[in-house]
């Protein structure tokens, strides 16, 4: 009877660790990661639109505030010269 106790518990043991090793490994797979991600990538992408156009609206207060707004902006010098 105390052997049947013991390779009860046993079993019992075994099938608990198994089914949280296998819950483990799930959540490491592309599937379990995208599910615990939710919509992450959505809110990253609002919030980069969001920067962007925040430091765009700051290059306008600038550009007026130092008076850059009103001139054309040359285009640097090239230094790639010809060769001959």
Not at 20 to 41: D, F, K, Y
Not at 60 to 82: K, Q
């Amino acid at each position: 009877m105390r052997r049947l106790f013991y390779v009860a518990l046993g079993a019992t043991a075994g099938v608990l660790v198994v089914r949280r090793a296998s819950a483990a490994l799930n959540r490491w797979t592309p599937e379990g990661v995208a599910g615990q991600l939710g919509g992450a990538g959505e809110r990253i992408a609002l919030w980069w639109a969001e920067v962007q156009a925040l430091a765009a609206a700051r290059e306008d207060e600038l550009r007026h505030a130092l008076g850059l707004d009103h001139e054309d902006v040359e285009a640097p010098p090239s230094r790639i010269r010809s060769v001959r």
